[in-house]
């Protein structure tokens, strides 16, 4: 990695810690726990990184491991959007519901 | 850059996208699932994107790794009750922290000194927070498991210990950016991180969980940012970031919460030795089932105040009840949540969705604190610390200064407990000494049911 590169990603990690402050802080505490499970899913997003590894064959050694990183990695992003959706769908359902017997 | 590069790019940035609206929609529950539509779209494209990827020669072991953890991740997802879900996310924190000190290790064993000081740099970074998140998060899920001692475990020159460990991590890293090439070094560095994890959480109890899981949720987010500068890598740093973020914030609300600071809850052992809280004096007040229910049914407004205990009691779905008969008797229901009355941020807020208690019901402290004077009856149910009026009242409790549900303000307090136990803190609670409150004793559950069943037949 050049100086160059290395500022540009530090631009970017400043810029997206603005941008994610900003986000984050409007989200009511009523949906904290699926936040922290969404935004956990989302930072499955190193299973691209391990992807590659598992994927390239430089040794045997960063074979295997990006093997066991892509699994955790998809367990990470599949359980966690899975189990966020069913948060989610209780939340929107029951009020949904709740408008039905009160018409 | 070849046809395939601007791809991949596009995607990326696709996904970089599509996760911010994502979170934005997260903002109001009847957007959130569409949001995660969206966050969902992009990390799909990011995975099909990456396919694409030049230096991968061979799809076998993805494939299978692909496959093995969806199936994991999918059963994981419908089986999970959601009285586990503290447990389950901390599982999940360590996977995504595992995966990143993976990736981390892998890059090292292949390039080696190779990689030049920056890149070795942030590895570092990626390869210790991501070790110490995987096993302290192994430590925190099996805490809330119960399968790890609840309470502090704590021993003599622990936080001396601590500091050698931490100091011992960091001098390694910084010993291998002098010597790049000193692989020792490297996994010396892995070795003493994994441990850190592990030290770092242990002496911290079940209450606190809720500061742990946002702090571990913030490492496991910066991991995965880190890996972004080694591979120079923008949706990696995006998304990192923005869950090292979400983290991050959650961890100030949850500490502002319980008005201590981080530190404080990372080496104060909190929960292991009680400072001398003012023994509260008087006697406590019991009313029987019939009293209460009477009480109840005839109120204007009553606000139910849920904590942990009504989880262990798996009372959600019976305060449900209760809360129905008592509405369609015209009795005004709403329901105070304290942000730590569960064992992650917000857990309490899902526990009761769960229940089908419509969210619109539910209010936050702050909302909430106003209508206790205008209300009838507030009925705390498995919750102390968090309705303790000495954190208000008495400057010297080792709880003062942290908000509180002021149910003593209501015009009646009726206390749901197991015994005449105390608290996770071990506090003595003045509330329920208070002239306004009385004591129901009993599981949770079964009260709440016969409750409900006293005033049915009232009516």
Redesign the interface.
Known sequence: MNPAVLIASLYVFVLAAFLGYQVISRVPPLLHTPLMSATNAISGISLIGSLVIAGAHYTRLSTILGFIAVTTATINVVGGFGITDRMLKMFQQRQAEKKAVSK | MTPATYFIEATYLL?SVL??L???A?????S??RG?FY??AG?LA??I???M?H?????E??I???V???V???L???W?P?TA?PQ??AL??A??A???A??G???Y??HGAGL?T??LG?LGFEVMLGSLTTTGSLIAAGKLQGVVRGTPIQFKGQQIFNLLLFSGTLASFIYLLLHPANAAAFYLMVGLATLFGVMLVIPIGSADMPVV??LL?SY??L???A?????????????????????L??SI?MCKAMNRSITNVLFGGFGAVHAAGAEASGTMREISLDDAAVQLAYANRVIFVPGYGLATAQAQHAVRELAAQLEARGVTVKYG?H?VA?R????M??LL??A?????E?Y?MEQINPEFPSTDVAVVIGANDVVNPDARDNPQSPIAGMPILEVDRAKSVIVLKRGQGRGFSGLENPLFFKPVTSMLYGDAKASLSQLTQAIQHAA
């Open positions: 996904a996760f911010v994502g979170l934005k997260m903002s109001h529950p009847e959130a699932r995660m966050a969902e990390m990011a995975i994107g990456t396919l990827h230096e991968i020669v061979s799809y072991w993805i299978a790794g692909l093995i953890g969806s994991v991740g999918a994981m997802a419908i999970v959601m879900m389950r996310t999940s924190h996977f995504g595992m995966a990143a993976l990736v290790i892998a890059e064993s292949i030049g920056f890149t942030a899981m946002s949720n496991a987010g991991a995965a940012a890996t972004g500068f080694v591979l120079s890598n923008s949706v990696l740093i995006i998304a990192g970031t923005l869950d090292g973020f979400s983290g914030i959650l609300l949540i942000p569960g992650m941020p917000g857990h807020n899902v969705a769960e089908n208690v419509p969210y619109s539910l936050e």
